[in-house]
């Protein structure tokens, strides 16, 4: 009699395990949606950004290109000769900032896809090769310069000491070192809401937070959590969600809640979509995918 009560004891804490991990799966996502291929004909996928009315850009980096796939669900070739675009984000006028890693600029690029070099060099030196990067609503951009050496490049070692954090403040030309403290900065979200910086340290498996000041400025970092991530986004609660192997979201006290498979071997960066931003769009090697949500994401 008291192994059948053991044995039963056991089955119900299995059962709540098991209830606590789909609950875990669910808290962010809409009840029984799973990750949707939308279309697996790329090289590989980076960077999305959704503009003002949804549609969200990414690129295809070995292929040189940038696509956008728009709320209607049609898929279009938005550039070509992309500079090798990796990570994006729209600034507050509407352009599309890109990483553009081929000569390790900053573009900006407007609606009729002319392009502006915004910086390509710091104190004379070039950067390593910018690789993702984010825009307060003050219209300061904020971008990681860590280095990864590309086949398409001619050199063959970092060209600053510095694996760093930047802002280029609004009007300014020059860009400023915030933090050099990093193995491999590369993932890069911030809430405007609570004036918070979120930048992970891929190299180093840990994401740090940063308070943003009224100047710009950011206040000494503090450790977010204990695991690194390729690209970032965040939703309407504050939520980081971090790439690499699946999806893993936190909330922003650093709390892991929500676990969020994805059948491709790595995940690489994700940003909310559609005219409601209630849909996860994820960037996962040669595949997109799109993930219904019972959150939203920052307009």
């Given amino acids: 009699m008291i192994r059948f009560w053991k044995r039963l004891a056991l089955m119900g804490i299995l059962i709540l395990q098991v209830g606590l991990s789909q609950a875990q799966v669910s808290s962010v996502v809409r009840e029984g949606a799973k990750p949707q291929l939308i279309s697996r004909t790329f090289s590989f996928t980076e960077g999305p950004a959704v503009d003002k009315k949804g549609n969200v850009y990414f690129t295809d980096q070995p292929n040189n290109r940038i ?49 502006t070099v915004l910086l390509d060099q710091i104190e004379g030196k070039l950067f390593n090769g910018p690789n993702d990067v984010w825009v307060s609503k003050q219209g300061d951009i904020y971008f990681t310069d860590p280095y990864y050496k590309r086949n398409y490049w001619t050199r063959t070692q970092d060209a600053l000491p510095v694996k760093g954090l930047y802002v ?32 992970a340290d891929i190299g180093n498996n840990k994401t740090y937070k940063y308070t943003i000041l009224p100047n710009g ?38 709390k892991q809640i929500s676990y969020i498979p994805v059948p491709e071997p790595k995940t690489t960066n994700l ?29």
Avoid at 181 to 188: K, L, S
Avoid at 274 to 291: H, P, Q, S, V
Wanted: aromatic share 12%; charged share 25%; with cysteine.
């Fill in 217 to 254: 400025n950011l206040s000494p970092r503090e450790l977010f959590v204990n695991k690194g991530s390729d690209g970032m986004t965040i939703d309407n609660e504050g939520n980081v969600y971090t790439t690499g192997k699946d999806v893993v979201v936190f909330d922003k006290n650093g």
């Fill in 271 to 299: 940003s909310f979509y559609g005219k409601n931003r209630d849909k996860l769009f994820i960037t996962a090697g040669e595949g997109i995918y799109l993930l219904d949500m019972r959150v939203t994401g920052l307009k």
């Fill in 67 to 115: 696509w956008q796939y728009d709320i209607h669900g049609k898929l279009s070739l938005f550039m070509e000769d992309a500079g090798r675009s990796n990570g994006m984000f729209f600034d507050t006028k509407g352009n599309l900032l890109a990483c553009a890693d081929e000569q390790n600029q900053l573009w900006s690029i407007r609606k009729n896809k002319q392009k």
């Fill in 168 to 199: 280029l403040y609004k009007d300014a030309d020059e860009a400023v070192l915030l933090d050099s403290n990093f193995v491999r900065p590369n993932g890069i979200v911030g809430f405007p809401q609570e004036n918070i910086l979120y930048v």
